[in-house]
């Protein structure tokens, strides 16, 4: 298991992109308050834009309209960490032809995807455009269907703070054996069905336990399940997971959310389940019929890997 993790958080996809972002200038204007973890916080007066962007193109690939659906509730749910409402999306659809009836198909499914979910929950889609052809005759190869998202919302100027220690970790939704299209079957090959469409209502529920101060921090599930959120809000933390260890770590279920409390009465209406608290030397994982240390240096070389990858 401790090989996966160090695998899985190590994948481009889940490793940091500081690399990226570092090298643009985010004072511009004096604006920016927090490029941190789920989404960005810009000041605006007296409120915050918040953004978030992306897609899932493993999930989308096998299923389109649900993973597009996804990509619309993931990105509310970024927004959701810190405590903003949605106000717009736009999108860049990025496909191969649509010569081929399977993009032509691919395409439609994502559209009515992005429609459904966006009406469910209320967010007017206000632009975007369309990048089709993106494949080589020659080498025989096509993009996976990319439906980029943008997102921006709008709430209090908020910066995103890590737990403190002692303060509890709770896992807030529902997970499923999800692994189609997740990181862990992109570095296994293990296969297995994408995630269903969440249900958003979870988002406001996190929303407002944010604006009420009723949780120390908060992140949604994505891209590298449990383990990922884990390793970016608390990489020193004991933790312990009931059942099959692949599904309760791997899994990238959407509509879930990793916080972090004082008290478990803050979560008081909540359906939720504490899974540990924050504080140790490593991250601990306390599996069915194992036990896991991930220590803070193992940690840091595989989330650098990009980083030290593209610096070389």
């Known amino acids: 298991v401790k090989d996966l993790a160090l695998a899985v958080l190590a994948h481009p996809d889940v490793a940091r992109k500081d690399w990226i972002y570092g090298q643009y200038d985010q004072d511009v204007q004096q604006r920016t308050v ?39 509730i993931e990105n509310a749910s970024n927004l959701a960490c810190l405590g903003a409402d949605p106000l717009c999306l736009v999108n860049c659809l990025n496909f191969a032809s649509p010569a081929h009836p399977e993009i032509s198909w691919q395409l439609e499914q994502c559209v009515l995807g992005l429609g459904d979910a966006a009406r469910k929950m209320g967010i007017p889609v206000v632009g975007g455009n369309v990048s089709l052809y993106n494949e080589s005759d020659e080498f025989g190869t096509q993009i996976k269907p990319t439906p980029s998202l943008g997102m921006v919302g709008r709430g209090d100027v908020r910066r995103w703070m890590p737990p ?20 862990l079957d992109a570095v296994t090959g293990c ?12 988002i406001t529920v996190v929303r407002n336990l ?12 994505s891209s590298g399940g449990l383990l990922a959120a884990l390793a970016k809000v608390a990489p020193r933390s004991e933790v312990t997971l009931e059942g099959d260890p692949l599904e ?26 504490i899974i540990g608290r924050v504080g140790g ?6 599996l069915t019929g194992e036990a896991v240390a991930i220590t803070p240096v193992e940690l840091e070389t595989a989330l650098s890997s990009t980083t030290r990858l593209m610096r070389y």
């Open 191 to 202: 296969g297995g069905h994408a995630p269903a469409m969440a249900d958003p209502a979870t």
């Open 164 to 183: 403190g220690d002692g303060d509890l970790l709770a896992l807030i939704g529902t997970t499923e054996p999800d692994f189609g299209g997740s990181i």
């Open 281 to 286: 030397d490593a991250l601990t994982l306390r």
């Open 248 to 273: 309760a770590l791997f899994s990238e279920t959407y509509g879930r959310f990793l916080v972090a409390v004082k008290d478990e009465s803050d979560l008081m209406g909540v359906e939720h389940r």
């Open 34 to 72: 927090s490029v941190r973890n789920d989404a960005a916080v810009l000041r605006l007066e007296e409120a915050a834009l918040v953004l978030s962007c992306g897609c899932n193109p493993g999930h989308i690939y096998l299923k389109p309209f649900e993973g597009t659906a996804n990509a619309v």
């Open 210 to 221: 944010v604006n009420e101060g009723r949780v120390t921090a908060a992140t949604d599930l």
